[in-house]
T-cell receptor, first 113, second 113 residues
Framework: GESVGLHLPTLSVQEGDNSIINCAYS??????FIWYKQESGKGPQFIIDIRSNMDKRQGQRVTVLLNKTVKHLSLQIAATQPGDSAVYFC????????????FGRGTSLIVHP | EAQVTQNPRYLITVTGKKLTVTCSQN?????MSWYRQDPGLGLRQIYYSMNVEVTDKGDVPEGYKVSRKEKRNFPLILESPSPNQTSLYFCASSSDTPTYEQYFGPGTRLTVT
């Protein structure tokens, strides 16, 4: 079936750098996406979402970009901090019509002090 | 405090011994789901429930059962656990809102020997 997926399993950055985590999706009918953060030993936690009528959405130090033409979205974290070290998932909440997310495999972000 | 709770957090059991992992949410959410998380495979949905007495299979339902007799509870039942069910399990809930944000429990680490 159609699903979301992430480009890289691991991303290493220096503290203070900006991080970009990418995600591709295949369902052209997908109209809503969520990014989750999962810290070690914890369950995933909602970071930010975006609807298909938007190209960009900003939160606190995070920005999500959506390119519907190439079916790609990215999560940008500004001034990455050690506390940002976690696994990041993009999700398509409406996949299969269930309105419960299908998750990609995740990208592990490692922030070096 | 709004939360999803799971019990037990850790469980070691033997093949064939029936077990139940409980899940409870205090946010009056209609939607609940169970996921398993395995290295390299990410989060995979086991079962979900759209409302009381309404449950449906996710991506990997074999070997699992669920029930939704009350809105707040969504137990996961393994009638005859096998070693391939050794995994990290997460329960999640979401409300019928435009965001479909999922709230996750802390996880249950299950080992079947």
């Amino acid at each position: 079936g159609e699903s979301v997926g992430l480009h890289l399993p691991t991303l290493s950055v220096q503290e203070g750098d900006n991080s970009i985590i990418n995600c591709a999706y295949s369902n052209s009918a997908s109209d809503y996406f969520i990014w989750y953060k999962q810290e070690s030993g914890k369950g995933p936690q909602f970071i930010i979402d975006i609807r298909s009528n938007m190209d960009k959405r900003q939160g606190q130090r995070v920005t999500v970009l959506l390119n519907k033409t190439v079916k790609h979205l990215s999560l940008q974290i500004a001034a990455t901090q050690p506390g940002d070290s976690a696994v990041y998932f993009c999700a398509d909440p409406a996949s299969g019509g269930s309105y419960i997310p299908t998750f990609g495999r995740g990208t592990s972000l490692i922030v070096h002090p | 405090e709004a939360q999803v709770t799971q019990n037990p957090r850790y469980l070691i059991t033997v093949t064939g011994k029936k077990l139940t992992v409980t899940c409870s949410q205090n946010m009056n959410h209609e939607y609940m789901s169970w996921y398993r998380q395995d290295p390299g495979l990410g989060l995979r949905q086991i079962y979900y429930s759209m409302n009381v007495e309404v449950t449906d299979k996710g991506d990997v339902p074999e070997g699992y059962k669920v029930s939704r007799k009350e809105k707040r509870n969504f137990p996961l039942i393994l009638e005859s656990p096998s070693p391939n069910q050794t995994s990290l399990y997460f329960c999640a809930s979401s409300s019928d809102t435009p965001t479909y944000e999922q709230y996750f429990g802390p996880g249950t680490r299950l080992t079947v020997t």
